[in-house]
């Protein structure tokens, strides 16, 4: 590990140990919005879906002729991965048509991660202090923390591995504990629109914990993972992440970190639960409306459990309409997962329209349900290319947006990328220059400005102020 603090220390980052936290990464200088803090390459990486082993594209895909089970885009792609592939190539190869149909990317991963291992030892791949077994042997298994259901599910794919690989040396037990690394260490590799493209394990930005108030950010440039800073860091402070989507209650905050990462979250914010603030926020984003409709106070449970009360104007709902209305809302969601999945966008749109209009009735008018029904509804007008209502709905969820994410927060600065981009296609000038503005000044510091979706954003920016320019000069003409 010397080689490792040696190298942190060159990137003005140290390491240090946090009582019942573990290991934590500390800054050894002052950082700004938008600096970088650390890169990483992954140390193995698979993607989900079929995509292009090396650079995760979906285009000109075609399979390894021998083991018939990763794609490459292309000859350079399959060429930098071979090193690597071959030794899978060869295990996968041996298996019949049946076990090759289970090698799903975790089980990818783990082969990967051995072959790895095994290519480093070997001096065949060069190892690194940022790039080394290693760094994976000191990240946390919570093996003691496991469901025993779980238990068995890691010693199966253990054993899928162990088949597979068909190494006398290596066991079971160590498979499985590290499934559960996996499991609480591995990270989602997102695109710069923040869609999930595959998996991977950065042993270095493991370091780095959780905060559901967050300091920096973690996305992805192809592959390679960079944590940049969204606001000032002074030396010494503690560069945390958040692990999930911050956008709920803290009981749902909570319950998320519990199940995947097994750990009680004790950040600033999850630290006021029970207080009259984090009520009032939970009851909001995930509570129910008043019957009132001109109100927006938000209801809690009476205290016979009987019914829920309105902290505004004391206006009482009984629980038996808000369960009639919750159970219409579930049996039309099952009904909407048919026609969503065979890509049937017109019937999909008009069955989470009806979920939209009971939900405006159920909940409050800043739930996060209703907001996530209208971003799916959003999304399905998009892939029709229906932009005029798209836009309205776009518009619709940044008040919502707003509310549950900081002022600087990928998503926010994403949801104003969407709203200029149509504003844009539909010829709204002065509105995109204003929504653009706002998409620039988020993803900058989340994305920085060297990404291609956030030149092509700058540039997209550059053109509708030059035509606006160009419009009010011809008008004052
Ligand atoms: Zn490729
Ligand atoms: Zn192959
Ligand atoms: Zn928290
Ligand atoms: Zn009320």
């Known amino acids: 590990m010397e080689e490792l603090h040696k190298a942190l220390k060159d990137r003005d980052l140290t390491v240090s140990t946090v009582h019942g936290k573990g290991r934590s990464l500390v800054t050894a200088r002052d950082f700004y919005p938008g600096d970088v803090i650390i890169n990483q390459e992954p140390y193995v990486c698979v993607s989900t879906h079929k995509r292009c082993d090396g650079c995760f594209r979906t285009t000109n895909l075609s399979k390894c002729s021998r083991c018939h089970v990763v794609w490459y885009c292309g000859t350079s792609c399959q ?34 991660l051995y072959l790895r291992r095994k290519l480093q030892d070997e001096k065949i791949i060069p190892s690194t202090a940022m790039d080394n077994y290693k760094l ?35 066991n079971i037990k160590e498979i499985a504990e590290i499934f559960s690394k996996f499991a609480c260490n591995a990270h989602t590799i997102c695109d710069s629109e923040l869609r999930p493209l595959g998996t991977g394990l950065y042993p270095v930005v493991s370091i780095i914990n959780h905060s559901c108030l967050p300091n920096s950010v973690l996305v992805f440039e192809g592959r390679i993972a960079s944590v940049r800073a969204l606001q000032q860091l002074p030396k010494g402070t503690e560069v945390l992440i958040s ?39 939970n009851a909001i984003l995930e509570g129910y409306r008043c019957k009132n409709e001109t109100c927006d106070g938000f209801l809690l449970r009476t205290t016979d459990g009987q019914a829920f009360q309105c902290q505004e104007c004391g206006l009482i709902r009984d629980k038996e309409e808000i369960k009639k209305i919750a159970t219409e809302i579930k049996l039309l969601s099952e009904e909407a997962s048919k026609p969503s999945s065979s890509a049937n966008f017109q019937e999909a749109i008009s069955i989470y329209k009806m979920i939209e209009k009971l939900q405006t009735k159920l909940y409050h008018p800043f739930s996060i349900n209703l907001m996530q029904t209208r971003e799916t509804i959003l999304k399905s007008l998009m892939k029709l ?43 709204d000038t002065e509105e995109a220059v204003i929504s653009l503005t706002k998409a620039v000044d988020i993803l900058r510091i989340t994305h920085g400005t060297n990404t291609p979706f956030v030149k092509e954003l700058l540039t997209m920016l550059e053109e509708a102020r030059a035509e606006l320019t160009y419009k009010s000069s011809s008008k004052e003409e």
């Open 79 to 112: 060429k930098s991965e071979w090193r690597l592939h071959r030794l899978e190539c060869e295990a996968l190869s041996r298996l019949d048509d049946r076990k090759r149909k289970s090698v799903t990317p975790s089980i990818r991963l783990m082969l990967k």
């Open 243 to 281: 692990y999930i989507e911050t956008a709920g209650s803290t009981v749902t905050r909570q319950k998320a970190l519990k199940e995947q990462y097994l750990f009680t979250c004790v950040c600033p914010l999850c630290s006021k639960v029970g207080q009259y603030d984090d009520v009032r926020k």
């Open 136 to 170: 994976v042997e000191a990240l946390v298994a919570h093996m003691s923390d496991i469901t025993e259901e779980q238990l068995v599910l890691y010693a199966q794919m253990a054993n899928l591995v162990h088949l597979i690989l068909q190494w006398p040396e290596i």
């Open 385 to 427: 290319e229906h932009w005029r209502e798209a836009l309205a709905y776009c518009k619709l969820t940044i008040p919502i947006y707003q509310r549950v994410y900081p002022a600087v927060h990928p998503l926010l600065g994403l949801q104003y990328y969407t709203c200029g981009k149509l504003e844009w296609y539909l010829e």
